[in-house]
């Protein structure tokens, strides 16, 4: 049975995050093409993050890379204790299957049938919850990313922020441009923040006393 391995398998989705391309513009073409007021390639400031260190050193990947794995733990351990039930059972079935009549075999047949059906069903269950949460958490994820590079190119007037991982099209890029120490850094304190904020109170409950 695949039981905990399907699920251990979609933790990995955490460190696959997808970080787009993103193009900020600062000029308006004039449509004229000796204008000096429209950018020209060499007036464009590029930079470019390294996915894989961003994942890597990103503070809030590593909290929500440990929750889920603690889940995955508690659903592996459900899974592995419904499925050691049904199997002793179905050794204390096939130990005194002579003593039984074939209407008392036949309806414990049926009756683990249904268990072992009633397994896998609550094993999709547990898999449908992960892939919940993990989609939770890589939207929120790329959203604080995307967020803050916005906000940096616009501040440092970077009209084109690039990934670079083994699986995008920038194959080399000098130390220069890479900005990831400085991106982590920040993303890394804003997260501190956030997570250092006190929970909002349910002012309802409140006024209803």
């Known amino acids: 049975m695949k039981n905990a391995s ?4 979609g933790v990995l989705l955490v460190a696959v995050v997808v970080l787009y391309v993103l ?11 000796n204008s000096g007021s429209s950018l020209t390639p060499s007036d464009l400031k590029v930079a470019f993050i390294n996915q894989d260190t961003v994942l890597k050193y990103y503070e809030y990947v590593k909290v929500n ?6 889940k995955v733990k508690g659903f592996r351990q459900q899974l592995e204790t419904r499925q050691a ?3 002793r059972e179905v050794q204390q079935y096939r130990a005194g299957a002579g003593n039984l009549t074939m209407n008392q075999a036949r309806d414990l047949e049926a009756a683990l ?3 072992g059906q009633n397994l896998q069903l609550f094993e999709q269950s547990l898999q449908q919850q992960m892939m919940t949460e993990q989609g939770r958490v890589a939207e929120e994820l790329y959203g604080k990313i995307t967020d803050y590079l916005k906000e940096y190119s616009k501040e440092r007037g970077i009209a084109v922020i690039m990934r670079y991982d083994r699986e995008s099209d920038l194959l080399v890029g000098g130390d220069s441009l890479d900005i990831s120490k400085d991106v982590i850094k920040g993303l890394n304190e804003r997260w501190s923040v956030e997570k250092n904020k006190p929970a909002k109170t349910d002012t309802t409950k409140a006024k209803g006393k």
Not at 24 to 33: E, V
Not at 65 to 70: K, Q, R, T
């Open 6 to 9: 399907l699920i251990l398998n």
């Open 23 to 33: 193009h900020f513009s600062s000029g308006k073409s004039s449509g004229a093409s």
């Open 65 to 70: 890379s440990a929750a889920l794995e603690e």
């Open 113 to 115: 049938q249904q268990k």
């Open 85 to 87: 039930s049904l199997e």
